[in-house]
């Protein structure tokens, strides 16, 4: 059921990229250049990829994913952000493989910002899930259309004729006709309806779940890559701004003078206050425009602002966390219940009890937020780092204050978003400057701005309780969370709903008679939005730190505990979960059940694929963990060992997934190996804290991410092999490695940690 295991060791990066030492060679999509695309950079795309040249270019256009030219080129377009997780090299190979496109004859193309794409936020590890059947439709449209022309021209049934290596064949006759040769003609056709449209047997989809390249490693590699901090403009000026320190504050007054003394400053301009609710609007402030961001950063520190008062200012972290306390050591809104958990834990032999703390947490994606923006004669044009550019043009359109058919958003590589870049504020800050400055503009912003104004992931304290009968097993669980959710940088309540709880905490079914869930009240000091996994992580956290406190209080094997406490394999009913309905990350309950097989599956196989028995017989210390998101599921056990300093450092890390159907087994290794250094530099590092509204760290040195040299030595990899409907895959990997961590520390130290970041309690 389950293919064999890849590991990846730090020497091996360049080979997972898909290419080869020698020359960085990239067979598989021979026209695809070393590509800057996406480019920004001003440079005009070809008059294939607008969704409105589409429509007249010669050739086959049936929909605005694909193109075929009279002289063979198939053009596919790419319509998501590409931020490192290899979108572009996925999605438009379930478009090339329903089509029968040669490979070594497709090229790919970046979607400026357009309804016409449908929905193109790149988030919610949604793109391949949700848009798995749409890419096939949009290939096998084409490959209809080409094949009843070739049908026509040779007199025989479209049944009897095949579209494979970029050529349509009638075995029978032994003729073929190349697409280029039929895509004038077939592009003429009417297009069938979607109610008439046929996909191929998953058979006959010849890349779908094999070895695919990376098809921007070699602009990574070699420096093409344009990001957005690189794209210039004739006559730009570059921007950094000086945001209110407090969520909340105004500017009082600040010196322009003093800036404009720099050396390559050009000017000063204040930016609208916002107002609430603050959703993503920008946050204000005085931008400080100049020829360079050096200057610029030089003219923003010479304002010697004064900023207003705040309902904010009197905000703490640490006293905060004592009100999330008190909060969840009360009875709140029952979410989920099934028997009556109050009363069983209330005659309950033994009452096993934690209590969990995760503080706010910021994204740092590599590449801090950058946008340019021109905006001239009733025009406007955009270059970002945005994974939603759709947004990025609403935004643009009415800062600019013009219709959204005059706004172009073009997008650039993105150094990483985990979710920071769904929000335009950066580029509405960009097009508000330019539209003032009456040139183009670049707004930068830098490290300290990304940390101290982000949309943080919000801070959580959970308390866990299970009772346990007279015979030792467990037949009480009670779970209590407490957190400011996202919808209350919308205005929305301080209290979960039960579509924030369903990250992990409605959908994980038990085998306990009496269970509940409540959320608690916490109302929100800060903007929150979403990081990658979101609620998972605190929710993965104190659940999988739980489960193996119980497991130890019991004198369990944590395995074991997994095990009992899931139950024997099934789809749970609503009914068994004690929820009414589940959001299921959007989608059909049907499709995707909550199945504790495949849960126990990845337990199982993680721990047969460490030696788990073996490893602890043999002292090594380790920690399980294991958690179903966005419909996939994920476990991981982690190795921890104590070096000759003393100090505490990751071994090895062994992950298996079972996301369903795999596009492309190695954008979703890799997925998985990220996800193990962004849960560790989580679990170890992390943590935003506030003191009178300001959030106090500010950079890399304050606000760690994990280093080469902690890097775990292995890594290893397995992937459930599947026909499922697919799963995500930019996230799930990320909730278990705290837990499974905290949980070897344990192994290691006997010290049990129950927040984070794990730094504060343990030398590591």
Not at 133 to 148: F, K, P, S
Not at 547 to 572: F, I, M, N, S, T
Request: with cysteine; hydrophobic share 40%; aromatic share 6%.
């Amino acid at each position: 059921m389950s293919a064999r295991a890849g590991l990846i060791a730090r020497r091996t990066f360049l080979a997972g990229l898909g290419l080869s030492a020698a020359g960085l060679s990239l067979g598989f999509y021979r026209q695809q250049p070393p590509t800057n695309e996406p480019a920004g950079g001003g440079d005009e795309k070809t008059a294939t990829s607008a969704p409105e040249q589409e429509a007249k270019s010669e050739g086959l256009n049936p929909n605005v994913f694909v193109h075929v030219a009279p002289d063979g080129q198939v053009t596919i377009v790419c319509h998501r952000s590409e931020m490192g997780q290899g979108i572009r090299s996925s999605l438009p190979v379930l478009i090339a493989d329903e089509l029968g496109a040669d490979m070594a004859h497709v090229r790919i193309r970046q979607a400026e910002g357009d309804k016409a794409y449908g929905d193109q936020n790149t988030d919610g590890s949604n793109s391949v899930r949700g848009l798995y059947e749409d890419m096939l439709r949009a290939g096998a449209t084409a490959r209809q259309m080409l094949v009843a022309e070739a049908a026509e021209r040779w007199g025989v049934r479209p049944e009897s004729c095949e579209a494979r290596d970029g050529a349509v064949v009638h075995a029978a006759s032994r003729r073929s006709l190349a697409f280029g040769a039929l895509a004038v003609a077939a592009g003429k056709r009417p297009v069938p309806p979607p109610e008439e449209v046929r996909l191929r047997p998953r058979s006959q989809l010849r890349n779908v779940g094999g070895p695919l390249p990376l098809v921007d490693g070699p602009a990574y590699v070699t420096g093409k890559a344009v990001y957005g901090a690189d794209v210039r403009l004739p006559g730009m000026l570059t921007a950094v701004i000086a945001r209110p320190p407090v969520v909340g504050s105004r500017l009082n007054r600040f010196d322009a003078r003093r800036a404009l003394a720099v050396p390559g400053v050009r000017k000063v301009l204040a930016l609208p206050d916002p107002k609430p609710p603050y959703a993503f609007q920008p946050w204000g402030g005085v931008a400080v425009l100049a020829d360079n961001t050096w200057a610029a950063m030089r003219g923003r520190a010479a304002l010697g602002i004064d900023w207003s008062s705040s309902d904010n200012d009197t905000f703490d972290s640490e006293a905060f966390r004592k009100t999330l306390s008190e909060s969840v050591g009360k009875s709140g809104k029952v979410l989920r219940k099934v028997g009556d958990a109050d009363a069983a834990l209330a005659r309950a032999a033994r009452v096993v009890e934690a209590e969990y703390h995760v503080p706010h947490l910021a994204h740092t994606s590599m590449e801090p937020p950058a946008a340019v923006a021109k905006v001239e004669g009733g025009r406007c044009e955009v270059w970002a780092c945005t994974q939603n550019p759709q947004e990025a043009r609403s935004e643009a359109a009415r800062v600019a204050g013009i219709p959204e058919e005059q706004v172009r958003v073009n997008v650039t590589f993105l150094g990483g978003g985990f979710g920071r870049k769904s929000k335009a504020d950066f580029v509405a800050e960009a097009v508000f400057l330019a539209k003032e400055a009456g040139v183009p503009v670049r707004v930068q912003w830098t490290r300290e701005d990304d940390v101290q104004h982000d949309y943080y992931n919000t801070v959580s304290t959970q308390r866990l309780s299970a009772g346990l009968d007279a015979q030792n097993k467990v037949v009480a669980w009670r779970h209590r969370t407490a957190f400011p959710p996202i919808g209350t940088t919308f205005g929305g309540p301080g209290q979960p709903s039960a579509g924030d709880l369903q990250q992990g905490v409605l959908d994980l079914a038990l085998a306990v008679p009496n269970v509940s869930a409540e959320g608690c009240a916490a109302e929100p000091h800060t903007r929150i939005g979403w990081l990658r996994s979101v609620y998972n992580i605190f929710q993965a956290f104190s659940i999988g730190s739980f489960v193996d406190e119980l497991a130890h209080a019991r004198g369990a094997d944590p395995r074991a505990q997994w095990l009992e406490l899931l139950g024997p394999p099934r789809k749970a009913s609503l009914a068994e979960l004690g929820i009414p309905k589940l959001p299921n990350y959007g989608l059909p309950l049907e499709q995707h059940p909550v199945d504790v097989g495949r849960l126990r599956h990845v337990i199982e196989r993680v721990t047969e694929l460490s030696r788990w028995d073996a490893r602890k017989a043999e002292g090594r210390s380790l920690g399980l963990a294991a958690h179903r998101s966005f419909v996939s599921y994920v476990a991981a056990v982690v190795s921890v060992v104590r070096g000759p300093d003393e100090r505490l450092h990751v071994d090895e890390v062994w992950v298996v997934a079972d996301a369903g159907t795999v596009l492309n087994p190695d954008r979703v290794r890799a997925q998985m190996e990220g996800s193990v250094i962004f849960g560790m530099s989580l679990a170890l590092f992390g943590g935003i804290t506030l003191m009178k509204g300001a959030v106090q760290q500010s950079n890399f040195r304050d606000y760690r991410l994990v280093r080469i040299g902690e890097a775990p030595r292995k890594t290893h990899v397995e992937l459930v092999r599947s026909e499922l409907p697919p799963g995500g895959v930019g996230e799930p990997g990320v909730p278990p490695i705290a837990p499974a961590l905290a949980n070897a520390l344990f192994a290691l130290t006997g010290t049990r940690v129950r927040e984070l970041p794990l730094m504060q309690k343990l030398k590591v």
